[in-house]
């Protein structure tokens, strides 16, 4: 099992920045890479960032050239710096690990709110 703890969430204005933090613990190596998801109200879950154990990143379109997904391995941790905020993402953001064989890990998600 792994468990992921997130923490960094809040309110924020337009153009202003947050970073998120996931917290991996458990059975590390049995998950592949680590990323973050979101869903705004009404919509569905999306992709906004991953990187792999190797490191390779891949990003939303909507998030390019604003958010820096990077990993502590030391610490197990992944981080989400989102800058130049936009109202359109505002979302609760989930962490997300998924695993080479079986199911993939989710945080309990944290709530961001950008405020025009």
């Known amino acids: 099992q792994v468990q992921l703890v997130e923490s960094g969430g809040g309110l924020v204005q337009a153009g202003g920045s947050l970073r998120l933090s996931c917290a991996a613990s458990?059975?590390?190596?049995?998950?592949?890479?680590m990323g973050w998801y979101r869903q705004a109200p009404g919509k569905q879950r999306e992709l906004v960032a991953s990187?792999?154990?190797?490191?390779?990143?891949n990003y939303a379109d909507s998030v390019k050239g604003r958010f820096t997904i990077s990993k502590d391995h030391a610490k197990n941790t992944v981080y989400l710096q989102m800058n130049s905020l936009k109202p359109e993402d505002t979302a609760v953001y989930y962490c997300?690990?998924?695993?080479?064989?079986?199911?993939?890990?989710w945080g309990q998600g944290t709530q961001v709110t950008v405020s025009s």
């Open positions: 990187i792999t154990t190797g490191g390779s990143t």
């Open positions: 458990g059975s590390i190596a049995t998950i592949k890479a």
């Open positions: 997300n690990a998924p695993r080479w064989l079986g199911y993939d890990y």
